[in-house]
């Protein structure tokens, strides 16, 4: 074997090497970005998710499908903090009937402890259940939610809330990945393995609330 065909041979295996390696970064930046992606559609499906239930729910205040049950604007909201709300309104009877069955319900959205089951350390339940049934939720990822109540002179309220002061609400919603993406890499940031996105309702208020 020639001087010049060992040179050639060692040529090769160097350029195979840096092919199988450069092959390896695009392998592992394709999956890097696939898992990125993923993880922040999910947060993104989920945000949809809870503003659609929020918005039909918020709008509803107030709403009966019986007019000799309908409330007076100051009954309608019954307590209120920045974590949780209770309000009357007639739910719908189905996902394809909103009409209400005439009869009023206390409905509740309280934000619950964080949910230590999942890598994601700051995810917390969102109870949406009515009075006196048993707390019902699901872990989507919620990390804050925030309600800021307003007077009908824009004045912010101060706690503890007069619910018959609100005339409109500012939501917060913030949504994380419960279980992330590369979680145990001690080199990134939460935000980067735990993509969030964030909802905000500037002027909430319905019809039924209006003062």
């Known amino acids: 074997m020639g001087y010049s065909t060992l040179l050639d041979i060692i040529g090769a295996m160097i350029i195979g090497g840096l092919m199988i390696l450069s092959i390896n970064t695009i392998n592992q930046t394709a999956s890097e970005n696939s898992g990125r992606y993923n993880s922040d559609l999910i947060s993104q499906q989920n945000l949809v998710s809870i503003v659609e239930l929020l918005e039909h729910d918020f709008s509803r205040i107030g709403y009966c499908e019986n007019p000799d049950s309908i409330l007076s604007p100051e009954e309608m909201i019954t307590y209120a903090d920045s ?15 909103f009409r209400g069955d005439g009869t009023k319900e206390e409905l509740i959205y309280e934000l619950g402890p ?8 700051n995810d917390k339940l969102l109870y949406r259940y009515v009075s006196g049934t048993v707390k019902d939720a699901s872990n989507l990822g919620i990390t804050e939610f925030r309600i800021t109540y307003f007077d009908n002179m824009n004045n912010k309220l101060s706690h503890p809330i007069d619910t018959k002061l609100i005339s409109y609400m500012q939501i917060d ?39």
């Open 114 to 121: 964080d949910v230590n089951a999942t890598p994601n350390p």
């Open 173 to 211: 919603l913030r949504v994380e990945d419960c279980y992330g993406y590369d979680t145990d890499n001690s080199d990134k940031e939460h935000v980067e393995k735990f993509p969030t996105v964030f909802w905000r309702q500037i002027r909430m208020a319905t019809k039924n609330m209006s003062r």
């Open 83 to 97: 974590t949780k709300i209770k309000f009357w309104t007639d739910i719908a009877v189905s996902k394809i009937n």
